[in-house]
């Protein structure tokens, strides 16, 4: 892929954007998270006015009919209309707070239409939930191709130049709608694009490879990993019995697995993820010819994760935290980016690449084997207006195709193939769910299909069926000339009908050794840390002795290193294990990325250099980062007479997970809340003025503390030295920085950033290649 850069575009909208926040004058407003477009008033306005338009990071899907035609509207034509409120049907209501009741004290009378339909439509607003997938979030974007497919596949829309609208959604598998955002598990990369030539829908993740191989298996792998059926807990987790159970018995898991347990299972945020399609696609040229393909999502950001105890941490602090984080990086303007890669590999009859079989969804092919060639550019550019209307009511399928594009015989997808439609029915109540506005094609539709539950279309004609002379033969046949899609006439050879795999599908462990060997020793420290934590909350000491025998087919140290935790015996592997070329680029770590919307927290008090603060903030600014400065209480800092200092975060509400580095403006006095009766974050503080109060405050202490365990850059000047020894953390350690003047230490702390986290504060103990 080609190398990340900061885009100025970009940053001059961060920089507008975050000026206007943290200026302390009338658009302090704008910081990102306003929940409306204007300004709330003190009092309940009570002059008619027509609804306030969404705001400007946000919009709608395009307006287009049932039947893919454009209509002359904007996005807000769906939204509400008029100053005054109605029933369902338009009639002006001039009271929605009391029943119709007979007398004031009477009882509620059968024929007030107004509370059936009001309570009717409420007792319904829900559906059902996704089966998996159900905690998303999503966003509008844009995506532009490159022109470097067009060698490989007809597909209009990555031709050189072509922009095309889509909609992406990321979720988590496991959880339920309510659960938290930074669990440890699988995240969905789904994305829809509204070609020229219908809907292509790349239902994507953050893990290259599935649990399984044979769709058959999927309701048992998910059955697995759902909370247990007679308790209904733990939600969004896999550590426990029933999933530790299945994968330690069902060994093609094992990659997936430790992919999870790595730090992919924890990304950062959406913005720093990466995606991939999973399954080998078929590409077709203009002449027909075939090449086989894997789809790869690269942040522009870089590949990025967070650590176990940040994860818990937030987890409780803001549980919708990459929600947030991608509705505030669009509101900001910093919009996230991805480059849309492929691995090309010949489509031969035996569909296997350097002796891989590319139809296995539990294998991958090694970027030093068949690099990523970037196809394309997306960019999340709006926010939704409406969460259930698009996020929700979204509906993906892999069979969403378009010319130029095919499947292929992996057992997986074919499964896919199905389920992704038949859900639909039951969440979207019937089968025209393509007719929501999310779901609509940008292109003509003329289908033949009729009526249905939902059916928003006024089909024409009297002749819904081929062939007919009634409707003047309508709709015609395509080839493959008039845009029509043809599929590939793959040779499908003679063969028994059986249930099996083929013997290619057999090795479970070498390409999850691969994983292992291809890790830096920090991130094998934390798979051993996440596989000892999930085991730990396994109950049956049975399925634990299984698992560190599925490990000991991985590596010894892994298996050796896990089971002491646990306080078990290592078992050694059946036999020698295989010895595979590391791949370098299955490692997040010894890159070096754009900084542009990481958040730098500024600590400052009355007390504080401000003009130094000022300079700070200015630079953070400068670098297309976004300062919040934290403060013992809200409002301003302008005890210089200078230009006033606006608060974002006080010690009360800041934590430090929040920040990707913090800046220490000096020590910080105590707030006057710094005593655990008032903030249990506090700890054993006592009220400022006692005798036993602490010189700095002990919330600073605990971000601090927090920043050093978390592998974060931290930096300082003037007294900070003070408070970072009152935190017990070392002025010498790497990533720690004293300076003599703001600047200074803010260089510094970018450079860290732009290599996510300070990996050698803490040397690892696992060994090298073994």
């Not at 896999?238 to 069902?250: C, E, G, N």
């Not at 499947?407 to 769910?433: H, M």
Request: proline share 10%; hydrophobic share 40%.
């Amino acid at each position: 892929m080609e190398e990340s850069h900061p885009v100025k575009e970009t940053v001059g909208k961060v920089i507008g954007k975050v000026v206007d926040a943290v200026s302390g004058d009338e658009h302090a407003g704008e910081i990102p998270g306003r929940p409306g477009s204007a300004p709330a008033p003190l009092e309940e306005p009570t002059q008619p006015r027509p609804p306030l338009p969404p705001k400007p990071d946000q919009s709608g899907p395009g307006v287009f009919s049932a039947t893919g035609r454009p209509v002359d509207e904007p996005p807000t034509a769906r939204s509400q209309n008029g100053e005054y409120l109605t029933t369902a049907q338009g009639l002006r209501l001039s009271d929605s707070d009391h029943s119709l009741k007979a007398g004031p004290r009477g009882p509620v009378l059968l024929q007030d239409h107004h509370l059936r339909e009001k309570i009717m439509h409420f007792d319904h607003e829900r559906i059902p939930e996704r089966v998996v997938h159900a905690r998303g979030a999503a966003a509008h974007g844009v995506f532009r191709g490159y022109g470097t497919a067009s060698t490989v596949t007809r597909a209009a829309f990555l031709a050189e130049g072509v922009e095309t609208p889509v909609f992406v959604r990321f979720s988590t598998v496991l959880g339920s709608r309510g659960s938290a955002d930074t669990v440890r598990d699988t995240r969905g990369f789904a994305t829809k694009f509204y070609t020229s030539e219908g809907v292509f829908d790349l239902v994507a993740n953050n893990i290259p490879v599935f649990f399984i191989q044979d769709a058959i298996k999927f309701p048992d792998i998910i059955h697995a990993g759902k909370p247990h059926p007679d308790r209904e807990i733990p939600q969004a987790q896999s550590a426990h019995d029933t999933f530790w159970d299945f994968v330690s018995l069902h060994t093609e898991a094992t990659h997936h697995t430790l992919w999870n347990m790595s730090d992919r299972g924890i990304p950062r945020s959406y913005r720093t993820m990466e995606g991939f399609g999973v399954h080998t696609f078929r590409l077709v040229d203009a002449a027909g010819a075939t090449t086989l393909v894997k789809f790869h999502w690269k942040p522009k950001a870089g590949v990025h994760s967070l650590v176990w105890e940040e994860a818990q941490l937030i987890n409780g602090v803001d549980p919708d935290f990459h929600r947030r984080d991608l509705a505030d990086a669009i509101e900001a303007g910093a919009h996230p980016q991805w480059e849309l890669g492929i691995q090309v590999f010949p489509d031969t009859p035996e569909q296997t690449f350097e002796g891989i079989d590319l139809l296995d969804p539990t294998k991958i092919v090694p970027e030093e084997l068949a690099p990523v060639q970037p196809i394309g550019l997306l960019t999340l550019n709006a926010n939704p207006t409406n969460f259930f209307a698009e996020t929700e009511q979204v509906a993906f399928h892999p069979g969403h195709l378009v010319p130029g594009i095919d499947v292929t015989d992996d057992p997986l997808l074919a499964g896919r193939l199905f389920s992704y439609l038949d859900t639909q029915l039951t969440r979207l109540g019937g089968p025209n769910f393509g007719q929501i506005p999310i779901n609509r094609t940008h292109a003509p539709v003329n289908d033949m299909l009729r009526d249905g539950y939902h059916q928003t279309a006024v089909h024409a004609g009297v002749a819904p069926y081929k062939p007919n002379s009634l409707d003047g033969g309508c709709p015609f046949f395509a080839g493959s000339q008039e845009g029509g899609y043809v599929e590939t006439p793959v040779q499908v050879p003679a063969a028994r009908k059986v249930r099996e795999a083929p013997a290619s599908f057999d090795d479970h462990f070498g390409q999850p050794r691969l994983f292992w060997l291809s890790l830096t020793p920090i991130e094998r420290e934390h798979v051993i840390s996440a596989y000892t934590f999930e085991l730990g909350k396994v109950y049956e000491q049975a399925i634990k002795e299984r698992t560190l025998r599925v490990l000991a087919h991985i590596d010894p140290y892994l298996c050796e290193q896990v089971a002491q935790g646990l306080g078990l015996p290592a078992p050694a592997a059946d036999g020698p294990l295989p010895s595979p070329v590391p791949s370098p680029a299955l490692s997040q770590v010894g890159k070096v990325w754009p900084v542009t919307g990481r958040i730098v927290g500024i600590v400052a008090g009355p007390d504080s250099d401000l003009d130094a603060v000022r300079t700070v903030r200015q630079a953070v600014l400068d670098g297309g980062m976004v300062p919040l400065v934290i403060a013992p209480v809200g409002g301003v800092l302008a005890t210089d007479g200078g230009t006033p200092v606006t608060v974002q975060r006080t010690f009360a509400t800041a934590r430090s997970v929040e920040f990707d580095a913090l800046l220490l403006a000096g020590s910080p006095l105590p707030g006057g809340d710094a005593y655990g009766a008032r903030d249990a974050k506090a700890g054993n503080g006592t009220p400022p003025g006692t005798p036993a109060a602490a010189p700095v405050d002990p919330r600073v202490l605990l971000m601090l503390g927090e920043m050093f365990r978390h592998a974060k850059p931290i930096g300082g000047w003037g007294d900070a030295a003070a408070a970072l020894a009152a935190a017990g953390v070392d002025t010498e350690a790497p990533g720690v920085l004293v300076s003599g003047d703001g600047e200074a230490a803010l260089a510094e702390v970018v450079r860290l950033l732009g290599e996510h986290r300070v990996w050698d504060r803490f040397p690892a103990a696992t060994p090298g290649i073994v």
